[in-house]
């Protein structure tokens, strides 16, 4: 399906396209980049919020690498995964934010969301979110929820109304301590270890490993 209109809306300050079918069906997709309204900018708007093209990934991954900096997730994604939604806020054609959202049905996670450091607290991960809400709502999904490690990130989902409904440790075991709790079979060696665990186990867990994260699970409801 091919959304053909373009509303241009200002959200916190920036101009944001909400892109929306005429024939009845809806898409998560938005407008295409050609079939934009070609319209008078507001003057000095921060970036465009708009659908991912692949032409962006080379500061798409940029931007996600130096926006998890100083993060507690040191996994740097060498290529980008696709997903169902995928939104970038650009300036000048250069990705400063991003936010992936795999829909599988009426629940949809968020995958990736991060802005570059030089441009946080602008509002631009809210003008993104606000953009993927409206188009999920239009898709009919119920639910939109994060896995969250780190309390700027918490901070920012908990303004955005998300709430916590569970949370867990992850241990990410060291080649020297997987040793301590795993043995592999068939002559392999565990390097190392990604391992849920019980949030009631955080004391013990934090005497035995180096890694130890507390990860929340947050939510925000979309619709009744
Ligand atoms: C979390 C993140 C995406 C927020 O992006 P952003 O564009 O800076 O967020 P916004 O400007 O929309 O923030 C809106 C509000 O969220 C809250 N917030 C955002 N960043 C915050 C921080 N570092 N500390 C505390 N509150 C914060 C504030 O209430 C803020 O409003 P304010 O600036 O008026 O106080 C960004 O900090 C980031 O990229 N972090 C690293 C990546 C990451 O951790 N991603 C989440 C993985 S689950």
């Given at each position: 399906m091919v959304a053909d209109d373009v509303r241009r809306e200002r959200v916190g300050g920036e101009v944001v396209d909400a892109a929306r079918g005429r024939t009845g069906g809806l898409s998560l997709l938005g407008a295409s980049r050609g079939s934009e309204v070609p319209e008078e900018r507001e003057p000095?708007?921060?970036?465009d919020i708009r659908d991912y093209e692949t032409a962006d990934e080379p500061s798409w991954l940029r931007c996600r690498v130096l926006g998890l900096l100083?993060?507690?997730?040191?996994d740097v994604w060498q290529v980008r995964h696709r997903t169902d939604l995928e939104l970038v806020a650009a300036g000048d054609n250069v990705v400063i934010g991003l936010l992936d959202v795999s829909v599988p049905g009426a629940e949809a996670v968020i995958d990736a969301v991060a802005v570059h450091p030089d441009h946080q607290r602008r509002g631009l991960a809210s003008a993104l979110l606000e953009q993927a809400l409206r188009r999920l709502e239009r898709c009919g999904v119920r639910t939109l929820e994060a896995w969250v490690q780190d309390d700027p990130a918490l901070a920012w989902f908990e303004r955005l109304g998300f709430v916590e409904t569970e949370r867990h440790l992850r241990v990410h075991a060291s080649a020297a301590e997987v040793g301590t709790v795993l043995s592999a079979k068939h002559g392999l060696e565990p390097v190392g270890a990604v391992l849920d665990v019980r949030i009631e186990r955080e004391t013990e867990m934090r005497q035995r490993f180096e890694r130890v994260h507390v990860r929340r699970r947050v939510i925000r409801r979309i619709r009744p």
């Open positions: 000095g708007p921060l970036a100083g993060t507690s997730h040191h």
